[in-house]
Nanobody, 121 residues
Framework: QVRLVESGGGSVQAGGSLLLSCKYTATRDCMAWFRQTIGLEREAVAVKCTSSGRLQYTDAVKGRFAISQDNGKNILYLKMNNVNSNDTALYIC?????????????????WGQGTQVSVSS
């Protein structure tokens, strides 16, 4: 069983930065950050898979966000730089065993509750 607890969300002005953290009880091969806004599908923001070496970002955050993992502390991070209003969402940490380009949520069996990020202009 994997438990995931996110923290670090909040309100930030456009152009600012945030560091999201996800404390986990056990890691899986793939760890990811998703985000969700009302009325839209859950979107994969950043994913890393150990066995394949995959490190992937959605186009909208490339060059601005960075995913990293500290296995000594059991924490997954998402560093968010130069945020804009389109980044406003509930950010959710996920752990899973594989990545699917066709259905990104498919390979993730464990989810946190999320941490809200709100960007004001």
């Amino acid at each position: 069983q994997v438990r995931l607890v996110e923290s670090g969300g909040g309100s930030v002005q456009a152009g600012g930065s945030l560091l999201l953290s996800c404390k986990y009880t056990a890691t899986r091969d793939c760890m990811a950050w998703f985000r969700q806004t009302i009325g839209l599908e859950r979107e994969a923001v950043a994913v890393k898979c150990t066995s394949s070496g995959r490190l992937q970002y959605t186009d909208a955050v490339k060059g601005r966000f960075a995913i990293s993992q500290d296995n000594g502390k059991n924490i997954l991070y998402l560093k968010m730089n130069n945020v804009n209003s389109n980044d406003t969402a509930l950010y959710i940490c996920a752990a899973g065993d594989f990545w699917s380009d066709y259905n990104p949520t498919l390979g993730f069996g464990w989810w946190g509750q999320g941490t809200q990020v709100s960007v004001s202009s």
